[in-house]
């Protein structure tokens, strides 16, 4: 069983990463299709205030296409380590942000942080981001990319917690109860594997934690994960 689960969150890392990569792929394309077609016009140019503009553009598409590089070179060393590590929640929070930037469009969302000081937990850095990306992903789908997304951390003696939470669609009870079970999806094909929120679950066992979810048909989702606190 444990080799199988294994299995299924390298399915879901996979899956994840396909969905990430044709992300940047895209993303990447408009700032350097900037480039080539300013870069051709200076070829040809002679008006010294227009090129000079131009080359202010290509500057600005060179810095979008580095920050994206950057991004997504962080994001694949923390995929390469594994094991545990101590791990600070509200990083968790800031960097799944950063990679569902790649995916979602994040423009009409209003983003709220509440980040508590003391939010650190042992665990696998890039599992936990998967799975709050997932968590963010989630959220921005159910609000139709227009609505507000809070990033929560808490932290007292006996607990640490996580929390998304968005003003979206909600849902009713029935679909609480079946949005864990393996390949359940509710979005069209093609929008998501549906192997997400159950591979999310097994990974936040595997931490020892514990997965709330509270949620209200049009009034919108709070997902919270639950961490035993570091002993002392």
């Known amino acids: 069983a444990e080799q199988t689960n294994q299995e299924l969150i390298q399915a ?20 350097l299709q900037v480039i080539m077609a300013l870069s051709e016009s200076i ?16 500057v600005e598409a060179s810095k979008r296409i580095s920050e994206i590089v950057n991004d997504l070179s962080t994001h694949a060393r923390d995929a390469r380590t594994t094991g545990n590590s101590t791990i600070n929640l509200n990083d968790i929070a800031d960097k799944s942000m950063e990679i569902s930037k790649h995916t979602r469009n994040l423009n009409s969302i209003e983003i709220v942080k509440q980040y508590t000081a003391e939010a650190v937990v042992i665990g696998s850095s890039s599992e936990l981001t998967q799975v709050i990306t997932n968590f963010v992903n989630n959220a921005v789908d159910a609000m139709n990319d227009k609505g507000k997304l809070w990033l929560i951390t808490k932290s007292s003696k006996n607990m640490c917690s996580i929390s998304v939470k968005d003003n979206g669609s ?10 864990f079970d393996p390949f359940f999806t509710t979005k069209e094909p093609g929008k998501g594997t549906g192997l997400g929120l159950h591979v999310v679950r ?6 020892d934690a514990e997965l709330k979810l509270e949620s209200k048909l049009g009034e919108g989702t709070t997902f919270t994960i639950i961490f035993p606190t570091m002993k002392k």
Do not use: C, F, Y
């Open 170 to 179: 909600g849902m009713d009870e029935a679909t609480q109860k079946k949005i």
């Open 43 to 58: 070829v040809d140019d002679d008006d010294l205030p227009r090129i000079q503009g131009d080359a202010h553009e290509i």
């Open 12 to 31: 879901e890392k996979m899956a994840s990463l396909g969905v990430v990569i044709s992300g940047i792929a895209h993303e990447i394309r408009n700032p």
């Open 202 to 207: 097994k990974i936040i066992e595997k931490h």
